[in-house]
T-cell receptor, first 113, second 114 residues
């Protein structure tokens, strides 16, 4: 079982739609959670951190459910420029003090005019 | 440009050759990471430095792979005796030690082994 699992998509939605992505993680010791965005053939870029109480940044809302080990990302009023792959990311601390990120395989979003 | 830089951006090599990639992190960042990404997958952790010390290596990092960060600034990743399965994007990221640190990625080096 992968440590971070995501639906690969693609999600094809019209402009203006609301779309939600889900992610599950297997390690209950996971401490930090993020959504990264990756455009085709580009590097990943941080979209937003995910906090326990849930957080919002403009059209983007992230939720965390520690009990179910589940993370979500909601995008409202989709724009063409939102087309990208969205990577669910967790940061797991182990004895060595590791700070490396564990990435899901990504969910591809295609917003259509 | 004060972001993470990587060189070269693309590398084509023949199987069995050695290749070396360089990463220059954001200047005040003391942590540096190498990841590998193949098509349709998220980046996979390879190794991690805090200053010049290599603190962890993934089991993905076979003995053909070696990474250094001699002065705690730039880092190099060398692959010896390349194999076709080494073809991937090699990403470098850096961060500054603090709670909930953000990792900033470089543009990557795309390796193709023929």
């Amino acid at each position: 079982r992968k440590e971070v699992e995501q639906d690969p998509g693609p999600f094809n939605v019209p402009e203006g739609a609301t779309v939600a992505f889900n992610c599950t993680y297997s390690n209950s010791a996971s401490q930090s959670f993020f959504w990264y965005r990756q455009d085709c053939r580009k590097e990943p870029k941080l979209l937003m951190s995910v906090y326990s109480s849930g957080n919002e940044d403009g059209r983007f809302t992230a939720q965390l459910n520690r009990a179910s080990q589940y993370i979500s990302l909601l995008i409202r009023d989709s724009k063409l420029s939102d087309s990208a792959t969205y990577l669910c990311v967790v940061n797991i601390r182990i004895d060595t003090g590791r700070r490396a990120l564990t990435f899901g395989s990504g969910t591809r979003l295609q917003v259509q005019p | 440009d004060t972001g993470v830089s990587q060189n070269p951006r693309h590398k084509i090599t023949k199987r069995g050759q050695n290749v070396t990639f360089r990463c220059d992190p954001i200047s005040e960042h003391n942590r540096l990471y190498w990841y590998r990404q193949t098509l349709g997958q998220g980046p996979e952790f390879l190794t991690y430095f805090q200053n010049e010390a290599q603190l962890e290596k993934s089991r993905l990092l076979s003995d053909r792979f070696s990474a250094e960060r001699p002065k705690g600034s730039f880092s190099t990743l060398e692959i010896q005796r390349t194999e076709q399965g080494d073809s991937a994007m090699y990403l470098c990221a850096s961060s500054f030690r603090r709670t909930r640190e953000t990792q900033y990625f470089g543009p990557g080096t795309r390796l193709l082994v023929l």
